[in-house]
């Protein structure tokens, strides 16, 4: 591993506080040596990293407000030389490779054991990206095909989010809840996605979702 600060400073950001939690109980048994700061949004996220100067961002994709993929990008953006490892619940199919794209350092996924957690924030400290087994098969099965762009990489990342949601059935009132949003602006949202991707009903929406492993 290459050398590093003796004493590591690390940046949970996720909207759950018992989740952020176990990460940094994980984290500081395993790295004696990191300072963990928590976030539970993209603001608070800004202004932590602002003032802590970190050397490693554990990033939670999908937090209500500003997604975690348009956190990612302003991190980029404002400190380009911070990794940032994302940690989602959906599998690599849904946003690896998206966020990868976005300037990811890491994707893994909140199934995966806490010893995999460890290996992947080790790895990007020392120089690497990460890249579990899972996302390596991904990442060569993308590589083989055309290199067209599949309807649901068409979509922005808060489009992505909703689509996902409406391929569930979830209802238009309840996305709403959950991003913090107005149920006029998920309306709206949803009547891009099918325009974007071809589509004129959630049903077919689902139907390519679930063809895609995406849900």
Do not use: W
Not at 100 to 124: D, F, H, R, S, W
Not at 128 to 157: I, N
């Amino acid at each position: 591993m290459s050398q590093r600060k003796k004493t590591l400073c690390i940046v949970v950001v996720d909207d759950h506080a018992i989740f952020r939690r176990g990460v940094r109980d994980i984290l500081m048994e395993s790295l004696p040596q990191a300072r963990v700061v928590e976030a539970g949004d993209a603001p608070t996220a800004m202004r932590v990293i602002d003032t802590n100067s970190p050397d490693l961002v554990v990033l939670d994709i999908s937090m209500p407000g500003r997604t975690g993929v348009d956190l990612l990008r302003d991190i980029n953006q404002a400190h380009p030389s911070l990794p940032v490892l994302v940690l989602s619940m959906h599998p690599e199919e849904q946003y690896a490779v998206r966020v990868l794209k976005a300037g990811a350092a890491g994707y893994l996924t909140k199934m995966l054991a806490p010893n995999e957690l460890v290996k992947a924030v080790e790895q990007i400290l020392g120089g690497e990206q990460y890249v579990s087994d899972a996302l390596g098969q991904l990442l060569a099965r993308r590589m083989t095909r055309s290199e067209a762009p599949l309807p649901h990489e068409l979509l922005s990342p808060r489009e992505h989010e909703i689509m996902l949601q409406l391929a569930v059935g979830k209802p238009l009132k309840e996305i709403a809840l959950d991003l913090s949003i107005t149920i006029q602006t998920v309306s709206t949202h949803r009547s891009r996605i099918l325009r974007k991707m071809g589509f004129k009903t959630n049903a077919e929406l689902t139907r390519y979702a679930v063809e895609q492993k995406l849900i």
